[in-house]
């Protein structure tokens, strides 16, 4: 089974700090995604990547960045927490082949609370 | 580009009732079309999927038939379950064809089922 796994459940970090969630896959996928869900907005794509080293800018990358220096990891960073980045965080991969590519793994998300 | 539109929620059921979730779309060409499943506290996870006009996906009794006349992809179940409650999402590709996978999702359907 493809498990995609997620540093931590729950976070709560005051507003300014530099907040790193970490996401690490264990089927080799070509395919990393960070999303954000809120109610009411659904899935917000932040960042993706399609191989190590490359980054895609997603639909709402502002506040964020990423890092992936190994195929199996994908960090997502906070340079200076708001509030307003209060929300669940979700980390998914895929294989990099055609159709397949689509049929994507989430982790369990991170819960992040900003004070 | 490409657009997804589910119905809103909440929905809420009495076991053994009959389900259908609508989802209509629209895109380039004939994209594969997808439904997620979030339980509570989890990630997403693949439902079904249906990768051309008049395939039906199915799985754990729930079924979506592709319609390429009505843009729909309508998620279906017969005799939902107490442990059906959950999240779901319609999705598609941003883009036809390639391998890197990003998916547009509708915002998602609480579904709760009482018993």
């Known amino acids: 089974d493809v498990k995609v796994t997620q540093s931590s459940r729950y976070l709560v970090k005051r507003t300014g700090e530099k907040v790193f969630l970490e996401c690490v896959q264990d089927?080799?996928?070509?395919?990393m995604f960070w999303y954000r869900q809120d109610p009411g907005l659904g899935l917000r794509l932040i960042y993706f990547?399609?191989?190590?080293?490359?980054?895609e800018k997603g639909d709402i990358p502002e506040g964020y960045s990423v890092s992936r220096e190994k195929k199996e990891r994908f960090s997502l960073i906070l340079e200076s927490a708001s509030t307003n980045q209060t929300s669940m965080y979700l980390c998914?991969?895929?294989?990099?082949?055609?159709?397949?590519?689509?049929?994507?793994?989430f982790g369990p998300g991170t819960r992040l609370t900003v004070t | 580009g490409n657009s997804v539109t589910q119905m809103e929620g909440p929905v809420t059921l009495s076991e053994e009732a009959f389900l259908t979730i609508n989802c209509t779309y629209t895109?380039?060409?004939?994209?594969?079309l997808f439904w997620y499943v979030q339980y509570p506290g989890e990630g997403l996870q693949l439902l079904l999927k249906?990768?051309?006009?008049?395939d039906k996906g199915s799985n754990k009794g729930f079924e979506a038939t592709y319609r390429k006349e009505t843009t729909s992809f309508h998620l279906e179940k017969g005799s939902v379950q107490v442990s059906d409650s959950a999240v779901y999402f319609c999705?598609?590709?941003?883009?036809?064809?390639?391998?890197?996978?990003?998916?547009?999702f509708g915002k998602g359907t609480k579904l709760s089922v009482k018993p």
């Open positions: 998914a991969s895929s294989l990099g082949l055609a159709g397949a590519a689509y049929e994507q793994y």
């Open positions: 089927m080799d996928h070509e395919n």
């Open positions: 990547s399609y191989d190590v080293k490359m980054k």
């Open positions: 895109a380039t060409g004939y994209p594969s």
């Open positions: 249906a990768t051309k006009a008049d």
């Open positions: 999705a598609l590709p941003m883009n036809y064809g390639g391998s890197q996978g990003n998916l547009i």
